[in-house]
């Protein structure tokens, strides 16, 4: 019998979280639609993962690729060894503990991953990085990196935006096609240093890091902005890059399970014959 194998990458996305109130009187989960959207509309399977970190390898064998995305809360400050100094930092313990399980459990499988916005903090953070725990405390000459506390909502107003300059010889700088363009932004922590193997891609005029990614991997890489919003060329590249990545992964996959197969099969039929 022969296996049928999904022809379009399968995306694993991170959800957010709430508690009980507002949508529902239980907790609830949570993720604007151009998560999704943009994924499909470039040639992706996107899928929601909840947060059950207990189930993250059976999550990942049904995924290609993991995109770990934004939202209104923050990485822990105890995981890059540091007491929280700002009460602007919002936790979400849960949600934590299942992202670090499937990221870790994304780069051990050298699976495409993907970290956008608190994506990209923790993507840092879980290599050897640290975070600026609030970006007008840590640095009060910055730019405006966000308008407002809640991250995902800006109430109304006009995102912060500002550009943002791609580092010469990263991944980064070899999935889009120009070396600095403008960027939304919507983060009021930032990644202050990054941890052996990993490098920085992209920085805001201030000095601010904007993204970075792990060396050694075919596509481990994060960005500070959302380009799900694809409100430039340069975004839909950047996706269209990590999908192709998942492809690669997928069809890698489906190579060495065909192999297996045929393998597993070979010696069954040497079994059989040798019985009879």
């Not at 009980?20 to 998560?35: E, S």
């Not at 470039?42 to 059976?58: C, K, M, S």
């Not at 943002?164 to 960027?183: A, F, K, M, P, Q």
């Not at 950047?238 to 010696?267: C, P, W």
Request: glycine share 10%.
């Amino acid at each position: 019998m022969q296996t049928k194998f999904q022809s379009r990458p399968v995306i694993g996305v991170t959800l957010d979280s709430e508690e009980a109130g507002g949508y529902a009187d239980f907790p609830w989960y949570a993720l604007r639609q151009n998560y999704m959207s943009s994924l499909a509309e470039l040639g992706a399977v996107p899928l929601a993962l909840p947060h059950h970190a207990e189930l993250a390898d059976e999550y990942l064998a049904l995924c290609d690729g993991i995109v770990v995305t934004g939202g209104a809360f923050d990485v822990p400050p105890e995981l890059f060894n540091e007491t929280q100094n700002s009460d602007q930092v919002r936790l979400k313990p849960g949600r934590t503990e299942f992202e670090k399980a499937i990221v870790k459990g994304a780069m051990q499988r050298n699976m495409p991953l993907l970290g956008i916005c608190g994506g990209e903090q923790l993507l840092a953070v879980l290599t050897g990085g640290t975070l600026h725990q609030h970006i007008p405390d840590a640095l009060p000459d910055a730019l405006e990196h966000s308008t407002t506390v809640d991250t995902e909502n800006a109430g109304g107003k006009k995102r912060a935006r500002h550009p943002v300059e791609i580092v010469e010889g990263t991944l980064l700088s070899r999935s889009v096609d120009r070396d600095h363009y403008e960027v939304n932004s919507s983060h009021h922590q930032a990644v202050k240093s990054v941890g052996p193997g990993c490098i920085v891609n992209a920085y805001a005029p201030d000095g601010v890091i904007e993204g970075i990614e792990c060396e050694g991997y075919d596509f481990c890489l994060g960005v500070q902005w959302h380009p799900e919003y694809q409100q430039h060329q340069q975004d839909t590249q950047l996706l269209n890059a990590f999908v192709a990545a998942a492809s690669h992964y997928q069809h890698a996959m489906r190579s060495s399970g065909k192999a297996m197969t045929e393998v597993m099969n070979d010696v069954i039929t040497r079994t059989g014959n040798e019985k009879a």
